[in-house]
T-cell receptor, first 114, second 109 residues
């Protein structure tokens, strides 16, 4: 199993450009998450999904949109990138078995907005 | 609201010395607490969870509800323990994790 994969690994955008980050998992997990990681601020939840076709806002959703059309994929979109969105983005997935949600993380996408 | 605080951004110890990474939380109910670790150039991974009361790689963490803390401890640090450590809390629904700011641990030879 590949686990959780993210595409692309690196990206540089200019202010105002748009892009989509793809997260895929092959563990049949119900829940998927998008975080951003910034120095001194830890991981902050952007959006998450508790099942195919459902999404919900996390702590810092502004400027981002998501879609979960297929159970195995969770897309994160930036419609008009801003320098404040320069960050490392992590996707994670989990299976709500036994009430304990161990999250499995992808390798991250490093995004720079100039 | 749930919140996790890791007061030390950086922690440096020598090999063989004890190490303690602090984590404090605020939550109105009974939380589930976790420690995640991110080694250099690797993805974030679960280190241990309080409900399991386990010891992983020599690390232990005890949930102290009176002090609302979940400190991570290891009696003898090793160089390979150098990494970023995140404390995380899961609330009643269990579907979301709230992470602390992280502590970068460096174990010097």
């Amino acid at each position: 199993n590949a686990g959780v994969t993210q595409t692309p690994k690196f990206r540089v955008l200019k202010t105002g450009q748009s892009m989509t980050l793809l997260c895929a998992q092959d563990m049949n997990h119900e829940y998927m998450y998008w975080y951003r990681q910034d120095p001194g601020m830890g991981l902050r939840l952007i959006h998450y999904s508790v099942g195919e076709g459902t999404t919900a806002k996390g702590e810092v959703p502004d400027g981002y949109n998501v879609s979960r059309l297929k159970k195995q994929n969770f897309l994160l979109g930036l419609e008009s990138a801003a320098p404040s969105q320069t960050s490392v983005y992590f996707c994670a997935s989990s299976w709500p078995g036994q009430g304990i949600h161990e999250q499995y993380f992808g390798p991250g996408t490093r995004l720079t907005v100039t | 609201a749930q919140r996790v605080t890791q007061p030390e951004k950086l922690l440096s110890v020598f090999k063989g010395a004890p190490v303690e990474l602090k984590c404090n939380y605020s939550y109105s109910g009974s939380p589930e607490l976790f420690w995640y670790v991110q080694y250099s150039r690797q993805r974030l991974q679960l280190l241990l969870r309080h409900i399991s009361r386990e010891s992983i790689k020599g690390f232990t963490a005890d949930l102290n509800k009176g002090e609302t803390s979940f400190h991570l401890k290891k009696p003898f640090a090793q160089e390979e323990d150098s990494a970023m450590y995140y404390c995380a809390l899961s609330g009643r629904s269990g579907s979301r994790l709230t992470f602390g700011e992280g502590t970068q641990l460096t174990v010097n030879p």
